[in-house]
């Protein structure tokens, strides 16, 4: 017999939460948790995250050198390691990006180190000090897998066979040797291998047959050299909502695949910007009118995934191929007074908001997006991290990761609810984004996104196949939706416990204005 229990959902108010009249638009929404009918496992790979050879993202980001005075690990910052290994980053992607189709490996291994400009990042000389060992080491220390990028541009098959032997092999060949001298004689483990980045733009100005000719050759001939750790391979798919590339690496693979070639992956790479190019949308000091249109366009996500996803279904119904989302975030305008080819951007409560919605659409689209990579990491666009020197500050993006930490290989669980509606001139967006998962942990986590700045929202919340006693968890809102951290003030926005008091059957809570809510239904 199934359990019935409503559960009302509350939270803590904010400086901004001003009391409403009592009208339709201020009644709890009514929501129920179908713990019985378990769905696609979320796999942790959708909280990926992505390194790029650019700005201050890997120099001064991870990368201080070995001789800093700022506390590391062979060059590699204490801080930010502590403060990824906390969010449990299970991938990082490197090089790039657009860095990748110009990046030669041999140029970063060894004790003598080629310097280069970056051409795809401001023209500044980069040192190759951070290559492929530091940054395996990296990974390492983070606890993360490595998500390494082919340089299909200007590379070559037999450069990009060289380095996944360099850095896979476990026999006692020339590269494997030299891997030893460079102080790793045990072969790295390359969890997933992209093949190109946006070869339809900076990858090469590629059509899809020209890519797709690529793409039977590197997948052919380069992969693992360890045979009992395999890579993925990951070809590159669309920037935009055109099926057109789409349609051609799937009937390729369709067509082609088997002992000699074969892919098990399809990138999407889709970018927050509103108002057209080049992003000038201010990350601080906004009103609400852009907050309003921001969120608007990053909901455009999920008719993005169904789209291209409709087509991959058409060559493959059974889901072999995973969609993955390995660019995704809000691209901003820089930082006033910073190098404007650094894409240096601040990260307010709006940030987490549109974190916390992204997550939401991948995970309902958990059985074909199975891995993503927020862009960037560190110091670039929608990072978790900012540095200047010695300093770090952590952002409300990395808030929504931690807290979303329970969600990482949890089974979904559908939500049906009536989202309500959060109008502003003429936006109408829902007030109430949900999802729910059982972590392995055994328990029930429910996330709930007010998108709504200006009022608190109750949720009554009901579960079928499960009876909670309590309810914990942490709340994220803050004093304005443009508030962000800083090094002076580094907490501004953060999150803040929260628990439910049982009555009457009811756990009773209220979540802020512009909030997200991370809550454990417990027995």
Not at 116 to 138: H, I, K, L, Q
Not at 437 to 459: E, H, Y
């Amino acid at each position: 017999m199934r359990h019935l229990m409503t559960v009302g959902l509350c939270a803590l108010a904010t400086a901004f939460a001003a009391t409403a009249p009592a009208n339709a638009a201020d009644r709890a929404i009514r929501l129920t948790v179908d713990a019985g009918k378990p769905g696609a496992t979320i796999d942790r790979h959708l909280f990926g995250q992505f390194a790029e050879q650019l700005g201050h993202g890997i120099y001064g980001g991870i990368w201080v050198g070995k001789d800093s005075a700022i506390p590391n690990t062979r060059g590699i910052r204490n801080d930010v390691v502590a403060a990824l290994k906390a969010i449990k980053v299970p991938n990082v992607r490197w090089p790039g990006g657009c860095y990748a189709d110009s990046y030669h490996w041999r140029d970063g291994i060894g004790p003598h180190r080629t310097t280069r400009v970056n051409t795809a990042w401001g023209n500044v000389v980069d040192s190759n000090a951070f290559g492929t060992d530091e940054f395996m080491d990296f990974a390492k220390q983070v606890g993360a897998e490595a998500y390494i990028s082919l340089n299909v541009g200007s590379g070559t098959v037999a450069e990009a066979q060289d380095w996944m032997e360099y850095m896979t092999a476990d026999q006692p060949t020339t590269l494997a040797k030299l891997r030893a001298a460079n102080g790793h004689p045990a072969p790295y483990r390359v969890a997933m291998m992209g093949i190109g980045n946006e070869s339809w733009d900076c990858g090469g100005l590629m059509t899809p047959d020209e890519y797709t000719a690529e793409l039977r050759r590197y997948a052919r001939f380069v992969g693992s050299y360890n045979a009992k750790e395999p890579s993925l391979k990951i070809a590159v798919g669309p920037g935009t909502d055109d099926t057109a590339w789409t349609e051609a690496v799937m009937k390729t693979w369709k067509e082609r695949h088997g002992w000699s070639f074969d892919i098990q992956g399809l990138s999407l790479h889709s970018y927050t910007i509103y108002d057209g190019w080049p992003p000038h949308m201010p990350a601080t000091g906004f009103d609400e009118s852009a907050y309003a249109h921001v969120i608007k366009e990053t909901l455009k996500m999920g008719p993005l995934i169904d789209k291209q996803s409709a087509v991959m279904d058409k060559y493959d119904p059974e889901k072999k191929i995973a969609l993955v989302v390995d660019e995704w975030g809000a691209w901003l305008a820089p930082t006033p007074g910073t190098n404007p080819a650094f894409l240096m951007q601040q990260n307010s409560q709006r940030d987490a908001i549109l974190a916390a919605l992204n997550i939401n659409i991948f995970a309902r689209h958990a059985d074909r997006v199975r891995a993503a990579n927020i862009a960037q990491m560190i110091n670039v666009l929608q990072a978790m991290i900012l540095t200047d020197g010695p300093k770090m500050v952590l952002t409300p993006t990395y808030d929504v990761f931690k807290m979303y930490v329970p969600f990482q290989d949890a089974t979904f669980i559908p939500v049906s609810y009536d989202a309500g509606s959060y109008v502003h001139g003429d936006t109408t967006l829902p007030r109430l984004d949900a999802i729910a998962a059982r972590g392995k942990d055994g328990k029930i986590w429910l996330s709930l996104t007010n998108l709504d700045p200006n009022r608190p929202l109750d949720v009554d919340a009901a579960a079928l196949g499960f009876k909670a006693t309590s309810a914990n968890g942490q709340t994220l809102s803050a004093p304005k939706v443009d508030s962000v951290n800083t090094f002076d003030h580094p907490r501004t926005v953060a999150p803040r416990s929260i628990s439910g008091t049982l009555k009457n059957g009811a756990i009773v809570l209220t979540l802020p204005p512009a909030s997200v809510t991370v809550v454990s239904l417990q027995p």
